[in-house]
């Protein structure tokens, strides 16, 4: 990969996603757009880019940004924030809705990729909100990772993990065609809205405010101003009191926002803000 392609790919991914490929991404970068100039039969990266300037180039540049996004997950990752949710977050919220008067607990999964997240929080507030009406946004700036994600279905391998009692209670064990596979109930798929989206660009396809809302491992991939920008964005979206759970390996210490930390990886709008 000459450094002019190298430059132009990294600069329109960052136009478009404001992900922020540094010159240690170069391998990676290189080894996945091999899969796009396999996939629209282009002979060399420089022809590739060129096919990025065409008109009517959206549709790729979409495939692109796909190829680019890094889609690691799995159920109740960093399982101490779903501890949080059923056993603090929750519990305050339903108190709270009493006289506040809100007709659901919602969530928002920010950059739900395949899927794990978002499931992950229905299956929590399955088991704890009985009686409260829940819903789960989910939102990606991926096409083909929304795909799969609304589809709910999981390999073995990816199941695994999972207590067996949870398996048999949310899962359905795929026969035939699909045996070795998994599908999330359609009890919990049906809680949970899936969304393109950009989280920086525009406004989210919802007005109502959140109570919690997930936003793990993406800011890792952002630079500094990125970062400030979306975490005040989220904040915007939380009710007074709600909270914003990030990645472990992000912090948002050196950023300007209104929130407060409680927990690590686990902040929280301030009343009357």
């Not at 949080?84 to 659901?104: G, H, I, Q, T």
């Not at 929590?124 to 991926?142: K, N, Y």
């Not at 999981?154 to 035939?176: A, W």
């Not at 989220?234 to 209104?258: D, I, M, N, Q």
Request: net charge positive.
């Amino acid at each position: 990969m000459r450094d002019s392609e190298f430059d132009f790919i990294r600069n329109l991914v960052y136009e478009r996603s404001r992900i922020n490929l540094g010159p240690d991404k170069r391998q990676l970068v290189s080894a996945r757009l091999g899969k796009r100039l396999r996939a629209t039969n282009t002979p060399t990266l420089g022809d590739y880019c060129r096919l990025l300037q065409a008109p009517g180039a959206d549709q790729e540049l979409g495939h692109l940004i796909d190829a680019i996004s890094t889609n690691h997950t799995f159920f109740f990752r960093e399982i101490a924030h779903f501890d949080f949710l059923r056993d603090k977050a929750v519990p305050e919220m339903a108190e709270r809705s009493r006289s506040e008067r809100w007709p659901k607990f919602r969530v928002w999964s920010a950059a739900c990729s395949s899927g794990e997240e978002p499931y992950s929080v229905a299956m929590t507030l399955a088991g704890s909100l009985p009686s409260w009406p829940w819903q789960i946004e989910a939102t990606d700036i991926s096409h083909r990772i929304l795909a799969k994600a609304a589809a709910g279905i999981y390999s073995d391998e990816t199941v695994r993990r999972l207590p067996p009692d949870t398996v048999r209670n949310y899962f359905q064990r795929g026969f035939g065609p699909q045996e070795g596979n998994h599908r999330v109930k359609a009890a919990l798929r049906e809680r949970v809205g899936f969304h393109h989206l950009n989280l920086l660009e525009g406004e989210p396809p919802f007005k109502e405010p959140f109570h919690v809302i997930f936003c793990r491992n993406v800011m890792i991939y952002f630079d500094r101003p990125t970062q400030e920008e979306l975490v005040n964005r989220l904040a915007r979206r939380l009710v007074p009191g709600g909270y914003l759970f990030v990645g472990h390996s992000e912090s948002l210490t050196h950023l300007t926002h209104g929130l407060r930390v409680i927990r690590p990886a686990i902040y929280q709008k301030p009343f009357g803000s």
